[in-house]
């Protein structure tokens, strides 16, 4: 039995994401998992900083409560898996304010500077995956956009946190796509080995 933590980022409840995020827990409910859901536009996260936050980061401290709630539960993970689109070829704001804020500099939080960089401390977390969608097919976003899910997010934020084993999968070309090949990605997503 795993603990997993996701951290999910789509503010619709009709969307594909959502119904992504449904098929991952059935998926490991039946697995005999147990799931924590950080649902940030559900709890009306406040992605941006101000100057008082700004000033309790280095200490490792936050007057955000719901940020002292994610540190709790990122720290009891065993596993991680982030749902969420690709908006403008890269993750949305919120989830981008979410590590911004919640990757907490200090011991027993998130990582340490040293004088060679960022240390991660997030070793808890022994399997990541990402799962996004996109409106650019998924080889767009790999050779022309960047690649910022695979260089940025996955090979240099999560690892820097100590988050080492990570898989990425996406869904491209979401909006011209059929019901047929949600349907199929969704079946994917139940064999996935979580």
């Not at 019901?179 to 990605?185: D, N």
Request: with cysteine.
């Amino acid at each position: 039995m795993t603990k997993f933590l996701i951290i999910y980022t789509h503010p619709y409840s009709g969307s594909f994401n959502h119904a992504v995020l449904e098929k991952v827990q059935e998926k490991l409910q039946r697995q005999g998992d147990t799931t924590d859901v950080i649902d940030l536009y559900r709890d009306e996260f406040n992605a941006a900083y101000d100057a008082e936050e700004l000033k309790l980061f280095h200490a490792g401290q936050t007057h955000d409560p719901l940020v002292t709630q994610y540190l709790q539960k990122i720290k009891a993970a065993e596993a991680l898996i982030i749902i969420t689109p690709i908006w403008w070829n890269d993750i949305p704001g919120m989830l981008k304010g979410f590590i911004d804020k919640v990757m907490k500099e200090g011991p027993g939080l998130t990582h340490v500077v040293t004088k060679r960089g960022v240390q991660g401390t997030l070793t808890n977390i022994k399997k990541g995956y990402i799962l996004t969608t996109s409106t650019s097919p998924t080889f767009y976003l790999r050779f022309f956009c960047g690649n910022a899910v695979k260089k940025v997010l996955i090979g240099a934020t999560l690892k820097q946190l100590g988050i080492r084993h990570v898989q990425w999968s996406n869904f491209g070309g979401i909006t011209n796509s059929t019901e047929g090949q949600r349907r199929l990605y969704l079946q994917s997503i139940d064999k996935k080995a979580f």
